[in-house]
């Protein structure tokens, strides 16, 4: 194996650094579940839509809970829309 370069560590090291690692990436999703409102685009990318016209149709129906702090600006409520996606998620057949 010519090239390849091997790093050796202690089992006590290698378990310290994933433990480094999932604190890291806790941190990292920590900061996105922190926000309570959320802005139109970041809503649409969880919701997996496109269009201004598809959240204003949700909006509208009064599927999603939103604030409008101002005549431009329109926040939504991110455990909203997680809720409304998962009223419409589909078991698996393994869940039937």
């Given at each position: 194996?010519?090239?390849?370069?091997?790093?050796?560590?202690?089992?006590?090291?290698?378990?310290?650094?994933?433990?480094?690692?999932?604190?890291?990436?806790?941190?990292?999703?920590?900061?996105?579940?922190?926000?309570?409102?959320?802005?139109?685009?970041?809503?649409?990318k969880l919701l997996g839509i496109k269009s201004d016209t598809s959240l204003f149709h949700l909006r509208s129906q009064g599927l999603i809970e939103y604030?409008?702090?101002?005549?431009?600006?329109?926040?939504?409520?991110?455990?909203?829309?997680?809720?409304?996606?998962?009223?419409?998620?589909?078991?698996?057949?393994?869940?039937?």
């Open positions: 194996m010519e090239g390849d370069n091997f790093i050796m560590i202690t089992e006590k090291n290698f378990f310290e650094l994933i433990d480094k690692v999932v604190s890291h990436l806790e941190k990292l999703q920590g900061k996105d579940q922190k926000e309570v409102w959320i802005d139109s685009d970041s809503a649409k604030s409008q702090p101002s005549r431009k600006i329109i926040l939504y409520k991110r455990e909203s829309l997680l809720k409304y996606l998962e009223k419409h998620s589909h078991k698996t057949f393994d869940e039937l």
